[in-house]
């Protein structure tokens, strides 16, 4: 059966890419791994965001690289507002609504801090870790210090993907060892997937030719990001029902979980 993993922590209940939303991922025996993005600090720190910019998801703005660690903890970073919104609304269509409306409003009163990679290294049990490394042009990111740190965590299941194939190629070369994967919008041939150990693939993208085709065969592919019935649904098609032979990214596992459980009766 295919993997769940919780895309940026349980980001439909805590700010995504937040330690709560790691820890809350961690609970759950139906959670196989924990999808996160990082980025690295003016300072050389490894922390957990998406995009370049923190304006969307803190109080402040500006781009991560241009800040320290210390600067950065000063920003709140909760919830934003749609997101906020979203899940709320969402909450009156599950079983554990009212749990879920209690949580979400008290979590909008807390301030969240931006974490880093190795405190989340530290809360980590025996899930596996899907690391993104973000890099944009003109970022900066040391791939020796990075892979220094995930080697103090030997015992972990720690899995490394990136958009950049200049990233995976280096990570290679640095240590051959580590278990790489490449992200991809939009499906792509070429011989970097001789290196690598697994495929994130968008799931409006993936279908049963790609599935089965020489470069994704005998690889773990994850598909990203499902949300919804409708995608969960179209994705089984496009498919030909293979679903568990794919890894799900979701905001969503507990949605995702009672689909897969639906599919497999």
Known sequence: MGKIFAHRGFSSYYPENSLEAIKESLKYDYIDGVEIDIRMTKDEKFVLIHNSSIDQVSNGEGLVNNYTLDELLKFNFGMNKLDYRVNYLKSFISKNGLTRRKMLRENKKHKYKITTLDKVLEV??????????????????????????????????????????????DLKIIDNKLKLGMLYSVYENDKINNNINFVSI??????????????????????????????????????????????????????????????NR
């Open 124 to 169: 980590l049990n025996d899930k596996i870790l899907l690391i993104e490394i973000k890099y944009n042009a003109g970022d900066k990111f040391n791939l020796e210090k990075f892979v220094k740190l995930i080697h103090k965590y030997k015992n972990k299941n720690i899995l490394i993907q990136s958009f950049s194939k200049k990233i995976i190629k």
């Open 202 to 263: 968008n799931s409006d993208v993936i279908n049963n030719d790609i599935l089965v085709s020489n470069l994704y065969n005998k690889r773990s592919i994850n598909v990203w990001t499902v949300n919804y019935y409708k995608q969960f649904k179209k994705l089984v098609k496009n498919i030909d029902g293979k679903i568990n032979d794919v890894n799900i990214i979701t905001d969503y596992p507990n949605i995702i979980k009672k689909y897969l459980d639906k599919v």
